[in-house]
């Protein structure tokens, strides 16, 4: 019998069987192996044989490297979260769900970089370069040197950009390009991780930035193998709530500088305009005291951001009271709660509890833990904490509270915005701000006593 050559891949964590199978044995998820034809078998297994390579040039640790040189956009947010510019030669994918303004983001920064020089090509693979210009248009970006391609055959795309040579080239989307030596159809496993492969290995062979764009699936993964993800140097999530203006981009894994750096950007008629002071922008929408709402004075990156956490506690007419989140873990939710219930007392059996992050933002931080407690307790109790009020700190299941790192900035940023006084953890090393009034608590039940008189 003729050996057969089809194989099978997983599309959450793109391991490969030579059967099918209803749940992926490498990772556990259920409906995630489908067919991979035409896919090379891989390295082969015979040993290297007699021939031998050449030694390679080893040098130590201690050698002087100049920092790569970088292109900034300008557009402050953008550059930050890249680790201050793009870098030559690297690699970034930008993920994000449908509509959420990836080709917006994507044609205003490839006019940034083209405008100050850069070579730039967008590939689109969505729209023709017809729709792109009139987008262009919109935007005001109609005489920026970018230059447009509507294809998805990866081998039209490579030649064009080897001919061409830019500094910057913009493939939107990779689950739209296909490779002809590849049989499956375009946004299957393996075409857009062989679509990946080859493009990031072409981008460091020539010296070409490349940036991708990915769609992301239901379950908020980029869509495809996380292969893709391990292939590239940046990696950047493009992320917002519909219904609001704002949109986040966050880079969860970088090269070339620090990961979790968020940009904030916000959706306008003229495409996305840059917010510099997102704090502000965050507690705009935010009216009179009221019970369930606490400013939590976070930090994303090396920035510190302050947003508002809303909670929501009312009986349950269910058998099964109902726990939501929008913009926080659920898993960590209910380790707040139990927490509550173990340390101080307070029961939330036979309650419902909502939690939602003001403005759209995700925050995952461990230093939110106490703010979420204190929405969580001022819902509870129908009692509002003081509107001048920051909070911040973690919990940990003993129901001890933990310095948060940054202390000082997070003071800083809330003073910054009119806020005259924090309720933090002990601990750590951080004064407080000048003008700054500090409550400080070692302890959940110190806290809870304190400030609802309960526990
Ligand atoms: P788009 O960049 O096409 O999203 P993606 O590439 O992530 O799918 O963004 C489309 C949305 O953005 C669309 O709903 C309209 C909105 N939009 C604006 O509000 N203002 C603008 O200037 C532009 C260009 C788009
Ligand atoms: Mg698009």
């Not at 490969?16 to 099918?20: A, D």
């Not at 840059?274 to 002071?277: H, Q």
């Not at 989140?325 to 209910?334: I, K, M, N, S």
């Given at each position: 019998m003729a050996?057969?050559?089809?194989?099978?891949s997983?599309?959450a964590?793109?391991a490969?069987?030579?059967?099918?199978s209803?749940?992926c044995?490498?990772?556990?998820?259920?409906?995630?192996?489908?067919e991979?034809t035409?896919?090379?078998?891989?390295?082969s297994?015979?040993?290297?044989?007699?021939?031998?390579?050449?030694?390679?040039?080893?040098t130590?640790?201690?050698?002087?490297?100049a920092?790569p040189?970088?292109?900034?956009?300008?557009?402050?947010?953008?550059?930050?979260?890249l680790?201050?510019?793009?870098?030559?030669?690297s690699?970034?994918?930008?993920?994000?769900?449908?509509?959420i303004?990836?080709?917006?983001?994507?044609?205003?920064?490839?006019?940034?970089?083209a405008?100050?020089?850069?070579?730039?090509?967008y590939?689109?693979?969505?729209?023709?370069?017809?729709?792109?210009?009139m987008?262009?248009?919109?935007?005001?970006l109609?005489d920026?040197?970018?230059q447009?391609?509507a294809?998805?055959?990866?081998?039209?795309?490579l030649?064009?950009?080897?001919?061409?040579a830019?500094?910057?080239?913009?493939?939107d989307?990779i689950?739209?390009?296909?490779?002809?030596?590849?049989d499956s159809?375009p946004?299957?496993?393996?075409?857009v991780?062989?679509?990946?492969?080859?493009?990031?290995?072409?981008?460091k062979?020539k010296g070409?930035?490349?940036?991708?764009?990915g769609?992301v699936?239901?379950?908020?993964q980029i869509a495809?193998?996380?292969?893709?993800?391990?292939?590239?140097?940046?990696?950047?999530y493009?992320?917002g709530?519909?219904g609001?203006?704002f949109?986040?981009l966050r880079?969860v894994?970088?090269?070339f500088?620090?990961a979790?750096?968020?940009?904030?950007?916000?959706?306008?008629?003229?495409?996305?305009a840059?917010?510099?002071?997102p704090?502000?922008?965050?507690?705009?929408?935010?009216?009179?005291?009221s019970?369930?709402?606490?400013?939590f004075?976070?930090i994303?990156?090396t920035?510190?951001?302050?947003?508002?956490?809303?909670?929501?506690?009312?009986?349950s007419?269910?058998?099964?009271?109902?726990?939501t989140?929008?913009?926080?873990?659920?898993?960590?939710?209910?380790m707040?709660?139990?927490?509550?219930e173990a340390?101080?007392g307070?029961p939330?059996?036979?309650?419902d509890?909502?939690?939602?992050?003001?403005g759209?933002m995700?925050?995952?931080?461990?230093?939110?833990?106490l703010?979420?407690?204190?929405a969580?307790l001022?819902?509870?109790?129908?009692?509002?904490?003081?509107a001048?009020?920051?909070?911040?700190?973690e919990?940990?299941?003993s129901?001890?509270?933990?310095?948060?790192?940054?202390?000082?900035?997070?003071?800083?940023e809330?003073?910054?915005?009119?806020?005259s006084?924090a309720?933090?953890?002990?601990?750590?090393?951080?004064?407080?701000?000048p003008?700054?009034?500090l409550?400080?608590?070692?302890?959940?039940?110190?806290?809870?006593g304190?400030?609802?008189?309960?526990?």
């Open positions: 050996k057969s050559t089809t194989t099978y997983c599309s964590c793109g490969t069987f030579s059967k099918w209803g749940r044995d490498s990772c556990g998820e259920w409906n995630t192996i489908s991979d035409g896919l090379s078998a891989g390295p297994s015979k040993g290297l044989g007699a021939q031998r390579g050449k030694t390679v040039a080893l130590d640790l201690s050698t002087e490297e920092p040189p970088r292109t900034e956009s300008k557009v402050a947010e953008l550059d930050r979260v680790g201050g510019g793009l870098v030559p030669a690699a970034i994918l930008v993920g994000g769900d449908p509509g303004g990836k080709s917006t983001l994507l044609l205003q920064a490839a006019a940034r970089f405008r100050k020089g850069l070579k730039t090509i590939v689109s693979g969505e729209e023709a370069s017809a729709q792109v210009r987008r262009a248009q919109r935007l005001g109609s920026a040197p970018v447009l391609a294809d998805t055959n990866l081998r039209n795309i030649t064009t950009l080897e001919a061409e830019p500094g910057l080239a913009i493939i989307s689950q739209t390009m296909w490779l002809d030596t590849v159809a946004g299957s496993v393996s075409q991780r062989a679509a990946a492969h080859e493009l990031t290995t072409f981008a062979r070409i930035s490349i940036i991708l764009v769609h699936t239901k379950e908020g495809g193998p996380r292969v893709v993800e391990h292939m590239v140097d940046t990696v950047l493009f992320e709530e519909r609001h203006q949109r986040i880079a894994k970088n090269r500088g620090p979790d750096e968020i940009g904030v950007f916000e959706m306008t008629g003229k495409g996305l840059e917010v510099t002071n704090s502000a922008l965050f507690l705009s929408e935010r009216g009179e005291p019970p369930g709402s606490v400013v004075a976070g994303e990156g920035r510190p951001v302050l947003c508002e956490m809303q909670a929501l506690v009312a009986p007419p269910h058998s099964q009271a109902r726990r989140v929008v913009g926080w873990d659920g898993g960590r939710l209910a707040i709660l139990a927490v509550l340390r101080c307070i939330f059996a036979g309650l509890v909502y939690l939602n992050v003001a759209g995700k925050i995952s931080e461990p230093a939110a833990d703010a979420v407690a204190a969580l001022s819902a509870r109790e129908d009692a509002a904490l003081p001048d009020t920051v909070v911040f700190g919990i940990s299941l129901g001890a509270l933990r310095p948060a790192p940054q202390t000082e900035n997070r003071l800083k809330a003073q910054k915005l009119g806020f006084s309720i933090a953890p002990k601990g750590g090393k951080a004064q407080g701000a003008g700054m009034t409550k400080r608590f070692s302890e959940l039940t110190g806290f809870v304190d400030v609802f008189g309960a526990g």
